[in-house]
């Protein structure tokens, strides 16, 4: 018996064969580790990405933010030109920026609020403004102090500025005819003008302006 065990220890044929045998075990075995590590973090991923969907409930916000909060970003500048001027300038990601009234606007503080605008101020009404094409044909060109319009309430006229050094592609006509849209949204339906600054006038615009941030802490004020 012992002398049979030798010949098939000394044959290659049977010795290649355990060892490819052996070979492939490991294999397997390498193989059975590798799916159980893809396994395991594909689980870790599902759990990421479940914690990342599913926020929790103690993290969320009171309220939704707002379209103005998802779509853009807040800007503001304060007492411009004169002391209570504040606005604001929503910019998209597209470049554009929204043009309005912050809430701390000296015109919000007289009794009664705003009761008119007009957009005939300077040397043109910049309610008939029509702009076309990719070029935006007859866009106005603004400096950032350039009269947008004038609000008026039952006993002050305030005048509106740019804010922004650029195109201005559009007014709120709406608030013509609706002006106590300045009082109740002043920040959505009630914006007063769209306007585009190039890249390069909105870098040196931007130095001037505060973020949301600031400026509820300078004015003491929460939105």
């Not at 044929?13 to 052996?22: A, D, P, V």
């Not at 309005?100 to 005939?120: R, S, V």
Request: net charge negative; charged share 30%; glycine share 4%.
């Amino acid at each position: 018996m012992e002398i049979q065990k030798t010949e098939v220890a000394k044959n290659p044929e049977i010795e290649e064969i355990i060892e490819l045998t052996k070979l492939k075990q490991s294999e397997e075995v390498e193989h059975c580790d590798e799916q159980q590590k893809q396994a395991q973090d594909a689980e870790e991923d599902e759990d990421e990405l479940r914690n990342l969907l599913l926020a929790d409930i103690g993290e969320l916000p009171i309220s939704p933010p707002s379209a103005t909060q998802v779509n853009f970003v807040s800007y503001f500048i304060t007492d411009f030109t004169k002391p209570g001027h504040d606005q604001y300038i929503y910019r998209h990601a597209n470049g554009l920026c929204v043009i309005g009234l912050a809430p701390t606007h000296i015109a919000f503080k007289d009794e009664g609020g705003i009761t008119n605008i007009d957009f005939n101020v300077g040397k043109s009404d910049r309610s008939v403004l029509k702009v076309s094409g990719k070029r935006k044909k007859n866009a106005m060109r603004s400096e950032s102090n350039t009269a947008l319009c004038k609000v008026s309430t039952a006993n002050e006229s305030y005048i509106v500025r740019c804010c922004v050094k650029g195109s201005l592609l559009e007014v709120n006509e709406r608030l013509i005819k609706q002006p106590q849209l300045l009082n109740s949204s002043a920040d959505r339906e009630g914006y007063i003008a769209i306007i585009m600054p190039r890249p390069a006038d909105w870098t040196k615009n931007k130095e001037s302006l505060i973020t949301l941030e600031e400026y509820k802490e300078k004015k003491q004020v929460s939105l």
